[in-house]
């Protein structure tokens, strides 16, 4: 189904979030599978911001496989786990990134992490609340698959970007991954990008697929947001431990991406919080103003 076809209440869905009366902007990026690139594009997209002015926090939400840190080759000291253990505060393991970004990062090849109870898991999100960064943007890199850590990240944002490739088992995973969100959790509004197309029209062909799906069994709405070509200069990037926009600032993808920012910047900030963990980012919802 096309943006055209929405709900009287989908104004309502997401989460406005407020740091001393600012509005922030709270961005999932999911893909179902892994290796749709997802990573690649939080990255680029979150610098592509800073670039116009934006500040920008990136949260890796892959609790046991985080990678956002390698690919940006920065020194990690301590990351969400030691928040987890209560060993130091959110704050503490923020690290700077490029273009003034921030960045949480999580920890890497730590099974507990990556198997979270609901009472962890929620103390993690809780953890926001003592967050004193002033961002306009948090972009949040969620693991691949339908884990709960997914579900909840994706419930607690305003927005959800959905990755997809054109690949038999990435529109699979990606209308899954959808068809729980909206059935099982109440979701209904879905943003898309086609990563690695060949031209623009295979991007909006990738789309067409995914909504001819989704029209048929689902009562959602999906946006298309946009393309990024395949660009072999996303692999050197990657070797390289930099980002494409950065590096390559001209090249195909980065162009791309750019367009995409653009886009995200114009995306309207819902005006009352919706989900089972509307306590995300606590102090940050409230703008530390509510009696």
């Given at each position: 189904?096309?943006?055209?076809?929405?709900r009287s209440?989908?104004?309502?869905?997401?989460?406005?979030i407020?740091?001393?009366?600012?509005?922030?902007k709270?961005?999932?990026v999911?893909?179902g599978?892994?290796?749709?690139g997802?990573s690649?594009?939080?990255?680029?997209?979150?610098?592509?911001l800073?670039e116009?002015?934006k500040?920008v926090?990136?949260?890796d939400?892959?609790?046991?496989l985080?990678?956002?840190d390698?690919?940006?080759g920065l020194?990690?000291?301590?990351?969400?786990?030691?928040v987890?253990?209560?060993e130091?505060?959110?704050?503490?393991?923020?690290?700077?990134?490029?273009?003034?970004?921030?960045?949480?990062?999580?920890s890497s090849?730590?099974?507990?992490?990556?198997?979270?109870?609901?009472m962890?898991?929620?103390?993690?999100i809780?953890?926001?609340?003592?967050?004193s960064?002033q961002?306009?943007?948090?972009?949040?890199?969620?693991?691949a698959?339908?884990?709960?850590?997914?579900?909840?990240?994706?419930?607690?944002s305003?927005?959800?970007l959905?990755?997809v490739c054109?690949e038999?088992t990435s529109?699979?995973?990606?209308?899954?991954?959808?068809?729980?969100?909206?059935t099982?959790?109440?979701?209904f509004?879905f943003?898309?990008?086609a990563?690695?197309?060949?031209?623009?029209n295979?991007?909006?062909?990738l789309?067409?697929?995914?909504?001819?799906?989704t029209?048929?069994?689902?009562?959602?709405a999906?946006?298309y947001?946009?393309?990024?070509?395949?660009?072999?200069?996303?692999?050197?990037?990657?070797r390289?431990?930099?980002?494409?926009v950065?590096?390559?600032?001209?090249?195909?993808?980065?162009?791309?991406?750019?367009?995409?920012?653009?886009k995200i910047?114009?995306?309207?900030?819902?005006?009352?919080?919706?989900?089972n963990?509307e306590?995300f980012m606590?102090?940050?919802v409230q703008?530390?103003?509510l009696?």
């Open positions: 189904m096309s943006i055209e076809k929405v209440n989908d104004q309502a869905n997401g989460l406005r407020m740091k001393n009366q600012n509005p922030v709270v961005i999932s999911t893909g599978k892994g290796g749709v997802k690649n594009i939080t990255v680029n997209i979150a610098i592509s800073a116009i002015g500040k926090m990136i949260m939400a892959d609790l046991g985080a990678n956002i390698i690919m940006l020194r990690v000291k301590r990351n969400l786990s030691h987890i253990k209560g130091c505060s959110l704050d503490d393991v923020i690290l700077d990134g490029p273009k003034g970004i921030k960045i949480i990062p999580a090849g730590t099974k507990e992490m990556a198997q979270l109870s609901e962890e898991h929620a103390g993690l809780r953890a926001f609340s003592d967050l960064e961002i306009d943007v948090l972009i949040v890199d969620t693991a698959g339908i884990a709960d850590n997914v579900i909840s990240f994706a419930q607690a305003q927005d959800l959905v990755i054109d038999p529109i699979t995973d990606a209308y899954a991954l959808i068809k729980i969100l909206s099982d959790h109440g979701l509004r943003r898309i990008v990563n690695m197309v060949r031209t623009t295979e991007g909006r062909e789309f067409a697929k995914l909504t001819k799906v029209d048929q069994f689902l009562d959602v999906l946006d947001v946009g393309a990024v070509p395949f660009d072999e200069n996303v692999r050197k990037s990657v390289k431990q930099q980002a494409l950065t590096l390559y600032p001209n090249s195909t993808a980065s162009v791309a991406m750019k367009h995409i920012a653009a910047v114009d995306w309207p900030i819902p005006r009352s919080a919706k989900g963990i306590f606590e102090r940050l703008g530390g103003i009696d």
